[in-house]
């Protein structure tokens, strides 16, 4: 039985699929023409793109082709919108810089907490060495008590560490399998009050709905056009949940800006901006340039974030380490005559 690749194997994949035909595109090849470049030029699975094909073939929307692959269900939102505004170069620009800005945010969030993760590793690994082979030869000369609380932290802490492990192990498990059946605009409400997250969270979904909503306004759509898109997304999106619930709301006269304002996770200046749009005519290329300016206080807030990972992490290696040497050192100090605590 073939071996499946790992998503994250997939994922990369994907990646380099959607750069090579990005740049394909923009050197004046059609889509058709693209794919069997790559193709003949075996530098990317085989097995992708022939399912990329064949979906293709069957004369399926160009969005369900890049879902076939493994693009993100808010990737194959943005490629079904570029079907109707027609920029597609400018949609893969968006999605390829979306994946690689992520994938760099990754790798600095991982440089940062590597080295600090390692030394907790090495401080519950002396902990353990302390527990197993130094502190039972240290009670047998009776300098120390066993019922000292320092004596007490090195026994039990390994084992508070590995219960805290799984307790937070355990409920990342039951909130992901509870994110997965409550409703997209009840998840998306959910990270938005999270600490630290969920302003960053705001920030990115209001760049890409300034984004994609900007750029249909700019092709010449209107509000009602621009619901009967977004309800023609998969149902499981964040878009395809708004525009059924905004629906009734259009019906009964309400505008796109008052609509706006009920979802929270959304930042209140994109519904002010929608508000000025509609009365100057220019709502579609506000959004736009409102859609960059968000997205760079994004990566800006998320850059100072990441910064103070590594700092946080290296207190909480100092307290540890503080802790241990107490928890061995005051107890014999206690013994020989001391009286600190």
């Known amino acids: 039985m073939k071996k499946r690749p790992s998503k994250r194997k997939q994922q990369k994949e994907v990646t380099r699929f959607l750069t090579m035909l990005l740049l394909l595109l923009k050197n004046g090849f059609r889509l058709q023409e693209s794919i069997e470049i ?28 890049f879902q076939a692959i493994g693009c993100t269900n808010k990737e194959v939102s943005q490629l079904y919108f570029a079907t109707v505004h027609g920029n597609l170069t400018l949609t893969l620009t968006t999605i390829v810089d979306q994946r690689k800005r992520l994938a760099k945010q990754k790798q600095e969030l ?35 008590s066993a019922d000292h609380w320092g004596v007490r932290f090195i026994r039990y802490a390994p084992l508070g560490f590995f219960v805290l492990a799984c307790i937070v192990l355990g409920m990342y498990v039951i909130v992901k399998q509870h994110l997965t059946k409550v409703s997209a605009l009840k998840t998306a409400a959910i990270y938005r009050k999270i600490p630290f997250i969920g302003p960053l969270y705001s920030m ?37 949940e708004m525009a059924q619930s905004m629906q009734t709301q259009f ?44 997205l760079t206080q994004f990566s800006e807030r998320s850059e100072r974030l990441l910064k103070w ?29 001391g009286d600190l605590f």
């Not at 022939?50 to 082709?65: D, H």
């Not at 994609?212 to 964040?238: D, F, N, R, V």
């Not at 929270?264 to 200046?269: A, G, H, N, R, V």
Request: aromatic letters at 12%; proline letters at 3%; glycine letters at 6%.
């Open 38 to 65: 790559m193709q003949r030029s075996k530098q990317l699975s085989t097995a992708m793109l022939e399912k990329f094909q064949a979906v293709l073939t069957q004369g399926e929307g160009l969005s369900q082709c």
């Open 110 to 144: 991982l440089k940062a907490s590597a080295y600090p993760l390692a030394l907790i590793g090495m401080v519950i690994f002396l902990l353990v060495g302390m527990n197993v082979f130094f502190l039972p030869q240290l009670l047998m000369t009776d300098m120390i």
């Open 204 to 240: 990115y979904q209001t760049s890409y709905f300034a984004l994609e909503w900007g750029q249909l306004y700019t092709q010449g759509l209107e509000s009602k056009q621009l619901l009967s898109c977004m309800q023609a997304l998969p149902t499981h999106t964040i878009m395809y």
């Open 251 to 294: 019906l009964s006269g309400q505008s796109f800006s008052e609509m706006i304002r009920a979802y929270d996770f959304l930042m209140p200046e994109v519904a002010v901006i929608i508000y000025q749009g509609e009365k100057t005519g220019r709502l579609g290329e506000e959004l736009l340039v409102y859609s960059q300016i968000v």
């Open 309 to 337: 990972v590594q700092p946080v992490l290296f207190c909480f290696i100092a307290l540890l380490v503080i802790s241990m040497y107490a928890a061995m050192l005051l107890p014999m100090y206690q013994n020989i005559g």
